[in-house]
């Protein structure tokens, strides 16, 4: 079945500097990739999101690059803040008309903002 | 006020016993999806359902089992056969045709004692 692969597991930087998590993916069909946050004792919520028609998407800090060819997409948090300090997920899903939708899980970065 | 709730927040349970958490969403959405989380493993796919009356096995559904007969509606039973229930379960939805963006409830920690 589809599998998707995330790292590092735990990611400690100091505040203003950047953060990269990376995750690959197993199925060739999957066109949807997003990006989920969950801070601590909270739902997870979904803070970017990129189609496999695009290969970068940027919202203010986060953003987000897609490589089809290899199959991994990574998420890059530029001026980290302790805000930022949560468990991020990634996720791929073949979504669409016809299709289940259904997301399959990275299996989470803890990432630590130190001030 | 728009959303997905999940109940209880906590329940505990003896060995041996089935027990239902509760999913209940008036975003109007088609698909309802139940995860299970445990640190270190992500959220893994137990149940999810497309539309009414339907529903198909995720990645871990030995154990579980779930109903649809309303839309708004998802509930899920962890019977005794499930070998390690104590976790973290979290419900979503999703308009399934569309982006694919799940919206979570606020979760049901179980534990088995």
């Known amino acids: 079945g589809e599998n998707v692969e995330q790292h590092p597991s735990t990611l400690s930087v100091q505040e203003g500097d950047s953060a990269v998590i990376k995750c690959t993916y197993s199925d060739s069909a999957s066109n949807y990739f997003p990006w989920y946050k969950q801070e601590l004792g909270k739902r997870p919520q979904l803070i970017i999101d990129?189609?496999?028609?695009?290969g970068e998407k940027k919202d203010q800090r986060i953003a987000v690059t897609l490589n089809k060819t290899a199959k991994h997409f990574s998420l890059h948090i530029t001026e980290t803040q302790p805000e930022d300090s949560a468990v991020y997920f990634c996720?791929?899903?073949?979504?669409?008309?016809?299709?289940?939708?259904?997301?399959?899980f990275g299996q989470g970065t803890t990432l630590q903002v130190k001030p | 006020d728009g959303g997905i709730t999940q109940s209880p927040k906590y329940l505990f349970r003896k060995e041996g016993q089935n027990v239902t958490l509760s999913c209940e969403q008036n975003?109007?959405?088609?698909?309802m999806y139940w995860y299970r989380q445990d640190p270190g493993q992500g959220l893994r796919l137990i149940y999810y359902s497309q539309i009414v009356n339907d529903f198909q096995k995720g990645d871990i559904a030995e154990g579980y089992s779930v109903s649809r007969e309303k839309k708004e509606s998802f509930p899920l039973t962890v019977t005794s056969a499930q070998k390690n229930p104590t976790a973290f379960y979290l419900c979503a939805s999703s308009i399934w045709e569309n982006t694919g963006e799940l919206f979570f409830g606020e979760g049901s920690r179980l534990t088995v004692l």
């Open positions: 975003l109007n959405h088609d698909a």
């Open positions: 996720a791929a899903s073949n979504s669409g008309p016809g299709n289940t939708g259904k997301l399959i």
């Open positions: 990129i189609r496999s028609n695009v």
